[in-house]
């Protein structure tokens, strides 16, 4: 049984920085590319970032510069370190394991962490 679970999230100040982290129970981690994803009230989810299992990294237009997508293999553990946070970044965060290379593979995902930018 999979289980990914988000923390970190919260109320910040525009400029200021939060960590998200999802740690993920069930199968072998570090085979899995995972990522982060988020959708505001009213809006479709998006993608945030993305870490591959070999560590290659890939973000949205939108965070480039200011987010960081992170995975620590030993602790099953992947992360999304939030700098220059801006009220537009405010959504519920969550985490997605992608599909393994396995036809019969599927993604799975967090229950969400809310992320308010807000003065």
């Known amino acids: 049984q999979v289980q990914l679970v988000e923390s970190g999230g919260g109320l910040v100040q525009p400029g200021g920085s939060l960590r998200l982290s999802c740690a993920a129970s069930g199968g072998i981690f570090s085979r899995y590319d995972m990522g982060w994803y988020r959708q505001a009230p009213g809006e479709e989810r998006e993608l945030v970032a993305t870490i591959t299992s070999g560590g290659y990294t890939n973000y949205a237009d939108s965070v480039k510069g200011r987010f960081t997508i992170s995975r620590d293999n030993a602790k099953n553990t992947v992360y999304l370190q939030m700098n220059s946070l801006k009220f537009e970044d405010t959504a519920v965060y969550y985490c997605?394991?992608?599909?393994?290379?396995?036809?019969?593979?599927?993604?799975?995902w967090g229950q969400g962490t809310q992320v308010t930018v807000s003065s």
């Open positions: 997605k394991r992608f599909p393994g290379p396995t036809p019969w593979s599927r993604d799975y």
